[in-house]
């Protein structure tokens, strides 16, 4: 695998050619660099970028934390088997299991699942439904929306009042999350609940790999970030706003960078934020890889300059299909050029898009000629004499493709 660690300084896909068609084609995704927040399965969904191309920096934005020794879930479990509840909801598959796999360990989990036999079984999502199935019982319902509200709303309908109802907990929520509050609107409809905790979410040990991903995301040196749960994003948005950089990276993410979801509730957070999500049609790790092997090379900046097609990364330039690799100071004058295809950008402009140069408009005389070196196309940035540089737009092309 290519995945970098959060120490990386440099971000470096290998080159190769660029496929811009069906997902089905191995380099796809070449040339991208993309950001993985999962902490489960995280490997798995790495290796299913790499294969159409992608370059993959990971950096668990989560971790989760079994609670199978909590006194408080035992409490829960106990209160369950000595008076069965009328319904039990079982948010996620991970979570279900772990409170059969505890009450096991506490010589339980038969009288438990007695217990459970004779309760009526709602399952948030098909992961929660497959959990459910393999301990042996069955499920009633299940919302297409894999959403907590349907599964609320379905209660409330049909009337909770005088009803005990477990509520298997899927971890703590934030500000970050808009969820209701599943269990108080209940006992406010007049349901008598038991929650259910079996994990909770933390955020990592060591935040320095999330501090990277957010700086590449500010920097532009992301292409995407993908996001599989509700509380990845929770503890992404508020590892940014501890460090105070929490705007940048929205700004990013509405701008440049693309937020790639799972589904629509891990999506509802930055949607709330106004960043823009896009999602697969299934809610699955599979179908987010496809998805984004669509959806990105669709994206990206493209336009013909100097006779060559030229597709803007964020940590490279494509051109003609081949990944160039280019010095951060030179991908920044091409970013600088790219947002004014054709029009002249002055020296003091470049300038100012190049960190630690000073004053010395010869730096930018020195990134441009890197650059023309490092793409292979010298007549893509074109020397206007004393007004600056452009990108030389052939006349086929003269409203190139936008980032978003």
Known sequence: MNTVSAESSTVNPAAGPVAGGPDDKPAALAGFTIGITAARRAEEFATLLERRGAHIVQAPAIRIIPLIDDTELRRATETVISNPPDITVATTGIGFRGWVEAADNWALGETLLDALTASRVLARGPKAKGAIRAAGLREEWSPESESSAEVLDHLLEEGVEGKRIAVQLHGATTEWEPIPDFCEVMRSAGAEVIPVPVYRWLPPKDPSQLDRMIELAINGELDAITFTSAPAVASLLGRAQDTHVLELLLNAMRTRVIAFS?????????????????????ARLGALARHIADELPRRARNLQAGGHHISLRGSCVVVDGAVKQVPPASLSIMRALAKRPGMVVSREDLLAVLPGAGGDTHAVETAVARLRAAIGAPKVVQTVVKRGYRLALDPVDTHPTEDR
């Open 262 to 282: 799972v589904g629509p509730v891990t999506a509802a957070p930055l949607e709330a934020l106004g960043v823009p999500t896009t999602e697969p049609h299934r």
